[in-house]
Nanobody, 121 residues
């Protein structure tokens, strides 16, 4: 079955850090852009960050800039989202997605089921 599996979520206090991981099942990440999205209760899914297949081009939402870092290790077939200085408003379910290029949710081909991040004040 072709899918993505996220891990690394959890509950932290404001100011803390988490590192999310994204591992594919049934395919390799090498030729795909990898994006992290998040969805808080009652809100639409939004893109947090994206990295192109080579790793040379990255994108961050305004809320993620300066605090989050996206990376990938194509040799190990894994992608990461390092999240520092977490805020309560970062609380959401975080999803990993793969697509031919960075873009919105409709443009991604594969999705994970998400990992929950809860930040308390």
């Amino acid at each position: 079955q072709v899918q993505l599996v996220e891990s690394g979520g959890g509950a932290v206090q404001a100011g803390g850090s988490l590192r999310l991981s994204c591992v594919p099942s049934g395919f390799t990440l090498n030729y795909y852009a990898i994006a992290w999205f998040r969805q808080a209760p009652g809100k639409e899914r939004e893109v947090v960050s994206c990295i192109m297949d080579s790793g040379g081009v990255t994108y961050y939402s305004n809320s993620a800039k300066g605090r989050f870092t996206i990376s990938r290790d194509n040799a190990k077939n894994v992608a990461f989202l390092q999240m520092n200085s977490l805020k309560p408003e970062d609380t959401a379910r975080y999803y990993c997605a793969a697509g031919t290029m960075c873009g919105g949710p409709d443009g991604m081909d594969y999705w994970g089921k998400g990992t929950l991040v809860t930040v308390s004040s």
